[in-house]
């Protein structure tokens, strides 16, 4: 009996010794494993946009658009930094003709009502940028002896632009190309405009 105790004495010695000598290294190995690296935080910086995206809604005053007008007045929108949409109008009144009787003179005016809209594509994040355009026209006549940008009679056309195209960081804009109509007698000019963009609109 005392024989059988001392052996189970003896093992469970042997155990405690057994468990003692694993415990230290497995408490170091422990200790040495390498805490887990922090998430990266991504610090890529968003595209760059332009100044078109900063005013978007806007007004300007041009010379020779919509076309065939002579100066005419446009509302345009940026929904894009590559893409501005625009609407005009435009009117020209003049004095076609005098008429004189027993010193009682008479005037006969002509006016040219032009309506327009078109699109403009841009370089984007290029706030001085080249643009081209694809915009249409019509102009309609009311009386006679008035001539607008070839166009002699009321009508149509479709025609395109190419210049360049600047948008200040506050809202001013200006612009300078050349137009030139799909319809063959119409031929080509020179177009130039200037006016202000806000940023209530998106």
């Not at 000598?21 to 497995?26: N, T, V």
């Not at 494993?33 to 809604?57: C, F, G, H, Q």
């Not at 076309?67 to 435009?90: C, K, M, Q």
Request: with cysteine; net charge neutral; aromatic share 12%.
């Amino acid at each position: 009996m005392r024989t059988s105790q001392f052996y189970v004495s003896r093992t469970l010695y042997v155990t405690v010794l057994a468990l003692t000598a694993l415990s230290s290294p497995l408490s170091r190995a422990i200790e040495e494993v390498p805490a887990p690296a922090a998430p990266e935080v991504s610090t890529t910086a968003a595209p760059d946009v332009s100044n078109r995206m900063k005013n978007r809604l806007g007004a300007y005053l041009a010379f020779r658009e919509p076309a065939p007008t002579i100066i005419g007045l446009n509302l345009a929108y940026n929904p894009f930094d590559f893409l501005r949409v625009s609407a005009g109008y435009g009117k020209l009144t003049v004095t076609s003709s005098i008429s004189c009787y027993n010193n009682n003179c008479t005037t006969t005016e002509a006016s040219a009502t032009t309506l327009g809209f078109g699109a403009r594509a841009f370089v984007p994040g290029w706030s001085f940028s080249p643009s081209v355009g694809l915009h249409y026209g019509h102009v309609s006549y009311d009386g006679e002896g008035l001539e607008v940008g070839g166009f002699t009679e009321s009508g149509g056309h479709i025609y395109t632009t190419l210049g360049v195209d600047w948008q200040a960081k506050g809202g001013f804009n200006g612009s300078l190309g050349y137009q030139r109509s799909l319809k063959g007698d119409v031929g080509g000019a020179v177009y130039l405009s200037a006016g202000w963009f806000f940023g209530f609109a998106g």
